[in-house]
């Protein structure tokens, strides 16, 4: 009866401890999405092709995969959303130094972005962007990776 009580307690505490999130639940947006398509005033763009966006809390980052060899860059900055409308925000600095935006993707670092979201789901959205300093309107559909 005694080792039957401990494997109660093990398996209770290895089923709570599994579904903890560092930092509480932030919906569907937790993990990582992969740009599916990218354009800029409907004109398809290959430059999104390898890279994924992960949330965690409030922090957004982008991560670019540069070559065969797993070379990478990532981006880092802080996200909110209200409603169908997202917010990026690069326009911050980390021990003084400005923090790089994806400028590739259309993204400054000047001042926050603010992206229409559409077409949402657990697995899928879209974003709608009209960069400040172009006027460009930038479509980009993402898919969850896990």
């Known amino acids: 009866m005694r080792h039957i009580t401990i494997y109660i307690c093990i398996l209770a505490a290895i089923l709570t401890l599994g579904g903890c999130q560092n930092n509480g639940d932030i919906g569907y947006l937790y993990g990582t999405w ?21 949330f965690q809390n409030d922090i957004i980052m982008v991560q670019r995969v540069l070559d065969a060899e797993m070379s990478y860059l990532n981006y880092f900055g802080r996200w909110s959303e209200s409603g169908d409308v997202m917010t990026v925000d690069f326009a911050q600095t980390v021990g003084g130094e400005p923090v790089d935006a994806p400028a590739y993707l ?16 657990d697995r899928s959205m879209t974003w709608t962007y009209s960069g400040a300093a172009d006027g460009a309107v930038r479509v980009y559909r993402l898919r969850k990776t896990y």
Do not use: N
């Open 34 to 54: 992969r740009f599916e398509s990218f354009t800029v005033d409907g004109e398809p763009q290959t430059v999104a092709e390898h890279t994924t966006v992960s």
């Open 106 to 121: 259309g993204w400054s670092g000047g001042a926050p972005m603010e992206m229409r979201v559409s077409d949402r789901s």
